[in-house]
């Protein structure tokens, strides 16, 4: 095992600690919840010593950063690969049926992009801005059955769920209303679906709102390279 094997691998033993006391404490099963490594910025190395140390899924947030690293990586086609940043219709076609789940469709042009891309049903999230920034993507509450709706007319879109990216805070427990906030909405509109919702400082709180996949980066990789 090499050091950056064996440094990941104690980062990420770390967190799945955290995310079983979470758990816990919410009565859930830890096994529910998967992490999601973010590695934007990281070269391909790092998603191999990711691999090695036993994460499973990987996220990127640019398109064509996630296609050259599924191509550098040495275990790039057996990692379960995440979109997870805001897909322009552009880059559709580097995206569709190269991952796993696309975290953040927000638009009825964008899902009939994938549509019309995908090969196969391609499963992705809808974005919820659950807070109502005025600076984030993702279809306000109101506008999420009509999304949902649109998606289920498309064949090669399979809606799995939901995400969300509540504002920066310095207290993890000022998020805790959002993240309660898309479940309750997933348990309206898409029972036993996905919830993508927490990051490294407040993954924690997001387990105990019921999320299913976190997306963690610092916690397990250090600080991003500039």
Known sequence: MTDAVRAIAARLAAVRARIAEAAGR????????????????????????????????????YAQELARKRADAA????VRWHFIGR??????????GAVDLIHAVDSDRLAREIDRRAAAPQRVLVAVNVAGEASKSGVAPADLPRLIDAIADLPRVDCAGLMTMPPLAADPEANRRHFAALRDLRDRHLPGGELSMGTTGDYPVAVEEGATLVRIGTALFGPRPA
Do not use: M, W, Y
Not at 28 to 51: M, N, Y
Not at 75 to 78: D, E, M, P, W
Not at 87 to 96: G, H, P, S, Y
């Open 26 to 61: 919410a009565g859930r099963d830890p096994s529910e919840v998967r992490i999601v490594g973010v590695t934007k910025r990281h070269p391909a190395a790092v998603v191999d010593a990711a691999f090695a140390a036993g994460l499973r899924d990987a996220g990127e947030n």
């Open 75 to 78: 275990c790039g086609a057996q």
């Open 87 to 96: 897909l322009q219709t552009n880059k559709v076609k580097l995206v569709a």
